[in-house]
Nanobody, 120 residues
Framework: QVQLVESGGGLVQPGGSLRLSCAASGSIFSINHMGWYRQAPGKERELVATITRGGSTYYADSVKGRFTISMDNAKNTVYLQMNSLKPEDTAVYYC??????????????WGQGTQVTVSS
């Protein structure tokens, strides 16, 4: 019904930047909110940042001031600009969307994940 396709991960040195993108497609009427989560090896998946359709944002304390989430409602796409990256930011980053389908149902969806590695 809905697919989330992420892009933009990779290898970057400490202090560097990356921009993640996640595009939603399918039987979408509207999107209530989108967000980014991450999961490091041996750890549980954790919330990184979220944004509502109206533009309200939330950030985990660990990324405040370094990461910026934004959303293009017309393109059903969410972005995560990551600056001043640290080795502890290394993880698989997952996109999440809360979607209102054309049927009227509301479901949550996950992307396949994109690897971010911060290392010198």
């Amino acid at each position: 019904q809905v697919q989330l396709v992420e892009s933009g991960g990779g290898l970057v040195q400490p202090g560097g930047s990356l921009r993640l993108s996640c595009a939603a497609s399918g039987s979408i009427f509207s999107i209530n909110h989108m967000g980014w989560y991450r999961q490091a090896p041996g750890k549980e998946r954790e919330l990184v940042a979220t944004i509502t359709r109206g533009g309200s944002t939330y950030y985990a304390d660990s990324v405040k001031g370094r990461f910026t989430i934004s959303m293009d409602n017309a393109k059903n796409t969410v972005y995560l600009q990551m600056n001043s990256l640290k080795p502890e930011d290394t993880a698989v980053y997952y996109c999440n969307a809360n979607v209102v389908l054309v049927t009227g149902m509301v479901n949550g969806y996950w992307g396949q994940g994109t690897q971010v590695t911060v290392s010198s």
